[in-house]
């Protein structure tokens, strides 16, 4: 018996000793692949160091990211669509915006004009929230001719999720056109028994960069976080909502439907994704330019459409050295003059984000942040937490939606510029998410995003700084170890 217990003492003393030398050997890895990033870097040492064994599964499974052939991977893929594309653009040559705030916010480095959008006029939006936009999107693809192209994130085996499913199955059997393409680690649940049915309805479906768990570089980072719908290339949805049952029935989400040349924006995203997930070209005119035949009688209705407004969508992802949605959020922050009314549900801002938006209260600016009280990643719930008190020294109000998730990621500046698409504000969204977000330049639609923040308000808790002063310590201790953590978020 005492023979076993030295071998066990012995055999826990190399594994200990052996995985802190590991964790050692790792640290030239993180300095490298963290260069430009100090802080996160530091945290990630951090717990490589003091948490070992939880350290090395972390930083080699998800922290340490093989970006270099992944980003040389896509950027061919997207020129091969480019290429492809750019004639298709010299034919329609839609219609320009003269919207200066977009023109501001979209003048970026030329290695980021394929992914920024030039803003276009002469499109009709509307705001729509989630719970409404099931009906309008299942209503719209019922009546589809030509083709349906979805993009999800998340896309559950539930209620909602089977519903969309045998829907476009029976598109597809009266001859549409339709390809689905998820994310494999947000929408893990599309067994191929769901996936056989649909193919033999003639459903072109496939996963977005699926894990290889077992090979020496796992994907479980670069994930595909886009939220996309188009239909017939006439009309397109954008938003924060996924294909599941809790954005139908339970979470506050928004999004917008959008008609007009910028349909063919949404469009380009998803050829793209599309080409490098399955190597089908769907360049071609067929899937193009049909907005031509959009036509408006330039009529508001019930305060949610806007008709002639400009929009500039913007795609971002780990493929670019620069994140341009990032970019565009901070100066069309520090562009604000009156009001700054953001909604996100996950908050952690990088430093230039959170000093532009002190730099906004600093200038009299009315900035108000809607994060959700109930979150579902309870450890982001207390990281967010951890930035209010910067915030609400400098006199920015702060409030937490109680009654359900608030998953909206949305920005109202001043009275004509809005944003609305899928990326948080953290740092997954910034730096290893493929999103896709919409700047629109209208100011019916910078009302009605404007009501529904204010609509908000009436079920949400202010938070002020006596409240963080009179949160329970274990509750203040979970916020400061989230922070360490917010960089690894």
Same mark, same amino acid.
């Given at each position: ?67 270099? *052939? ?13 290429? *492809? ?38 499109? $009709? ?9 099931? $009906? ?61 049915? =649909? ?7 496939? *996963? ?5 768990l077992l090979s020496l570089t796992p994907r479980l980072n670069f994930r595909n976080h ?152 309870? =450890? ?11 915030? =609400? ?17 949305a920005l109202v500046i001043d009275d004509e510029v809005s944003m609305i698409g899928s ?27 404007? *009501?529904?923040?204010?609509? $908000? ?33």
């Amino acid at each position: 018996m005492k023979a076993f217990w030295l071998f066990l003492e012995a055999w826990w003393f190399w594994i200990d000793w052996g995985t802190f030398a590991l964790a050692i050997l790792s640290v030239p890895s993180v300095v490298m692949r963290r260069q430009g990033r100090p802080v996160a870097a530091v945290s990630w040492i951090l717990c490589l160091v003091g948490l070992p064994i939880v350290g090395l599964l972390l930083w080699w499974l998800i922290g340490r990211s093989h970006l270099e *052939r992944r980003r040389r991977r896509k950027r061919r893929a997207h020129d091969t669509i480019a290429s *492809r594309l750019s004639s298709i653009h010299d034919k329609l040559a839609p219609l320009p915006s003269h919207s200066p705030t977009l023109h501001s916010l979209t003048h970026l480095p030329a290695e980021l004009v394929d992914s920024v959008f030039p803003p276009t006029s002469g499109n $009709d939006v509307e705001l729509i929230d989630a719970h409404h936009a099931f $009906d309008v999107m299942e209503e719209t693809i019922s009546k589809a001719k030509h083709h349906v192209h979805a993009l999800f994130y998340i896309w559950k085996d539930d209620e909602t999720g089977r519903r969309f499913l045998d829907l476009l199955a029976a598109r597809a059997r009266e001859g549409v056109e339709v390809r689905v393409l998820c994310d494999a680690v947000g929408s893990p649940m599309l067994a191929a028994k769901l996936m056989r049915p =649909l193919r033999k309805a003639g459903v072109k479906f496939s *996963r977005f960069l699926p894990p290889q768990l077992l090979s020496l570089t796992p994907r479980l980072n670069f994930r595909n976080h886009r939220k996309i719908v188009v239909v017939d290339g006439k009309v397109g949805f954008i938003g924060g909502f996924n294909m599941a049952d809790e954005y139908r029935r339970e979470w506050r989400d928004l999004g917008i439907q959008v008609r007009g040349p910028a349909v063919d924006q949404l469009q380009e995203i998803f050829a793209d994704d599309w080409y490098y997930a399955t190597k089908e070209d769907i360049a071609a005119s067929s899937y193009f330019g049909q907005w031509t035949r959009f036509t408006t009688n330039g009529v508001t209705t019930n305060g949610t459409r806007s008709h002639g407004a400009a929009v500039a969508t913007i795609a971002s992802g780990p493929d670019t050295y620069i994140n341009p949605i990032h970019d565009a959020i901070f100066m069309a922050i520090n562009g604000a003059k009156e009001r700054l009314f953001m909604m996100t549900p996950y908050f952690i801002p990088t430093s230039p984000i959170a000093a532009a938006l002190r730099a906004a209260a600093y200038r009299g600016v009315d900035v108000r942040l809607m994060v959700p009280a109930k979150s579902d990643v309870m =450890l982001v719930r207390h990281a967010s937490r951890s930035y209010y008190r910067d915030l =609400l020294d400098v006199g920015i109000r702060i409030f937490e939606y109680q009654p359900a998730m608030h998953h909206a990621k949305a920005l109202v500046i001043d009275d004509e510029v809005s944003m609305i698409g899928s990326a948080n504000l953290d740092n997954r969204s910034f730096r290893l998410n493929f999103e896709a977000t919409c700047f629109v330049g209208s100011a019916e639609l910078n009302a009605a995003l404007c *009501r529904e923040f204010e609509r $908000d308000l009436e079920h949400s808790a202010e938070i002020t700084g006596h409240d963080l002063d009179d949160l329970p310590m274990g509750s203040k201790l979970a916020s400061s170890v989230a922070h360490l953590l917010s960089p690894l978020l």
